[in-house]
């Protein structure tokens, strides 16, 4: 077994310099690395390149970073709930890469697989296709999307242990596995730090070879964006 | 009477079919799940990640790790299953999920779709809406005929910064229901006392109307 446990969030984030190039983990604030992101909005880390389906909202997640302006460029796929990022991106400051979601989850997939670039019809015809080579499978035209790969990948489980194994929770997983797959160093914190033999093999859904370094994450605040409920009858 | 927001999602939950596996957007297509029909089973898939998707959670029993697309708290129904979202776009660019409902800002006669953006106001990507249009089998478009302005979504070419090519198959809005044929825009059903000749005027594409148009059945 290799330990992969690092004790201290400082020791997580070491290594991360400015002009990196880093992944995020999440959808909206769900399954976001939140330990890892506050330390980053602390260090003195500025032209970041980072790789994200969000960008959070003003005050939380990636908003943090922005608000800084640690970051130089965003590639997400959806970038409303921040207003902050809104005013940064129409004024020029940051630049924002927007790539159709599907395509930002395989990306990352092929960058982690070893696969440097796939054809797929999202984006066919759009913007998204601006400079890109087309090629027609089936009688239907496809674009070229090249991988994505990243200096640190900064992903969140729910269980995890000291060996890189990760279990996540609901639809917290979402980009977090494949990002996992696609950082040179990946950093995963966790709600729930085990020892090794406690996860059962068959229910890991990221092997711990994808990952560098494990963190138990100090507490977690699980922002909700949008709160819908029912009533009882 | 053009019809509201639910009568739309109403009209759009006739199109559903047993054991069907269907993407709803953010917005009116949202709705759809309220109006299922009776006898007929169907799984929602929500892109970030989850297949057999139920309603809003009871008050108090909200979860920040089981959310929708919209960013909404949900629960899951039994038989449901999480994933990461690889997996979850090649459900849907592998044509798994048979039916997709969006909204649209305009429409074209061609089949083209423009949701995403407009240029220089509103720009907050497209999530998953590219991936959804590009391979969807089906693809239903719930949306207002007309914009605040009274101004026609239904052209002969979209304005706006498109989504997809030649995609959309049908569009249920408040004053009509309209098929994409490779000759246009079909007139298939009028909202309950709207006329032929009001849709006309409201529509800036051209109008196939193949004899009397039925009113909707709501």
Known sequence: MINKRVKTIDEAIAGVESNMTFMVGGFGLSGIPENCIAALAKKDTFELTCISNNAGIDNFGLGLLLQRKQIKKMISSYVGENAEFERQMLS????????????????????????????????????????????????????????????????????????????????ARNFNPLMAMAGKITVAEVEELVPVGELDPNQIHTPGIFVQRILQGEKYEKRIEQRTVRTRE | MALDKNQIAQRIAQELEHNMYVNLGIGIPT?????????????????????????????????????????????????????????????????????????????????????????????????????????????????????????????????LPITGVNCIKKVVTNLAVLEVSKEGFKLLERAPGVSVEEIKNSTEAGLIIEGGVPEMQL
């Open chain 1, 92 to 171: 020029g400051e940051l630049e924002v890469d927007l790539i159709p979601q599907g395509s930002l989850a395989e990306r990352c997939r092929a960058g982690g697989a070893g696969i440097p670039a796939f054809f797929t019809p999202a984006g066919y015809g759009t913007e998204v296709a601006e400079g890109k080579e087309v090629r027609e499978y089936n009688g239907k035209p496809h674009i070229l999307e090249l991988a994505l790969t990243a200096d640190f990948a900064f992903v969140k489980a729910w269980k995890g242990d000291v060996a890189g194994n990760l279990i996540f929770k609901g639809t």
């Open chain 2, 31 to 159: 709705l759809v799940a309220n109006y299922i029909p009776k006898g007929i089973d169907i799984e929602f898939q929500s892109e970030n990640g989850v297949l057999g998707m139920g309603p809003f959670p009871f008050e108090g029993e909200e979860d920040p790790d089981m959310i929708n697309a919209g960013k909404q708290t949900i629960t899951t129904l039994p038989g449901a299953v999480l994933f990461d979202s690889a997996t979850s776009f090649a459900m849907i660019r592998g044509r798994h999920v048979q039916l997709t409902v969006l909204g649209a800002m305009e429409v074209a006669e061609n089949g083209d779709i423009a949701n995403w953006k407009i240029p220089g106001k509103m720009v907050k990507g497209m999530g998953g809406a590219m991936d959804l249009v590009a391979s969807a089998e089906n693809i239903i478009v719930a949306m207002m005929h007309t914009n605040r302005a009274g101004e026609s979504k239904i052209l002969k070419k979209c304005t």
